[in-house]
């Protein structure tokens, strides 16, 4: 069964600071791995999709990389802003299974 | 519409009462989940329909879980029963079609269900 875990739990950061989101996934053989952003009382959105292919996805100041060997994906998020703030989760769906499998997420605060 | 939309966006109820919670997908997707949130901890699966039936019912946690999807578009999560453990945000989410390398998940904002 796969499992996800997603270290550190909370984090809060100054205005500015280039951020590292740490996802990692006991069975590597996944289709793909999924990061999402959750703000508070809201629903998921997603932010990056990895293919099982792919080692990395980039959009705007975010870069995401994925290292099946390893069970690893890390959230890079630079020049970190007030908005920036939410929680992260990262989803991924292995071999044979319809189900994703989600961490618990990382709550980040930028504080300005 | 454009996204996945989910109602009622809360639900108050009382402990023993039947609650029935609505989602609709985006047009044209074909697999549609539901799952269930409690504070701090991620999504945990219910449900996922493909078309009109359930293809994997393996997270409905007991018997007064069902859910329907009779036209193969909007589903219903119906709670029977409900009791205070119920309480959680309820969150749907669409497909365009069976989870593979290249079809993500779009989620809607969830129903908020509170059981007193």
């Known amino acids: 069964k796969q499992e996800v875990t997603q270290i550190p739990a909370a984090l809060s950061v100054p205005e500015g600071e280039n951020l590292v989101l740490n996802c990692s996934f006991t069975d590597s053989a996944i289709y793909n791995l999924q990061w999402f952003r959750q703000d508070p009382g809201k629903g998921l959105t997603s932010l990056l999709l990895?293919?099982?292919?792919?080692r990395e996805q980039t959009s705007g100041r975010l870069n995401a990389s994925l290292d099946k060997s390893s069970g690893r994906s890390t959230l890079y998020i630079a020049a970190s802003q007030p908005g920036d703030s939410a929680t992260y989760l990262c989803?991924?769906?292995?071999?044979?299974?319809?189900?994703?499998?989600f961490g618990r997420g990382t709550s980040l605060i930028v504080h300005p | 519409g454009a996204g996945v939309s989910q109602t009622p966006s809360n639900k108050v109820t009382e402990k023993g009462k039947y609650v029935e919670l609505r989602c609709d997908p985006i047009s044209g997707h074909t697999a549609l989940y539901w799952y269930r949130q409690s504070l701090g901890q991620g999504p945990e699966f219910l449900i996922y329909f493909q078309g009109t039936g359930a293809a994997d019912d393996s997270g409905l946690p007991n018997d007064r879980f069902f859910a329907v999807r009779p036209e193969g578009s909007v589903s219903t999560l119906k709670i029977q029963r409900t009791e205070r453990g119920d309480s959680a945000v309820y969150l749907c989410?669409?497909?365009?079609?069976?989870?593979?390398?290249?079809?993500?998940?779009?989620f809607g904002p969830g129903t908020r269900l509170t059981v007193l």
């Open positions: 990895i293919q099982s292919s792919q």
């Open positions: 989410a669409s497909s365009p079609g069976p989870l593979s390398s290249y079809n993500e998940q779009f």
């Open positions: 989803a991924t769906r292995s071999g044979g299974s319809y189900i994703p499998t």
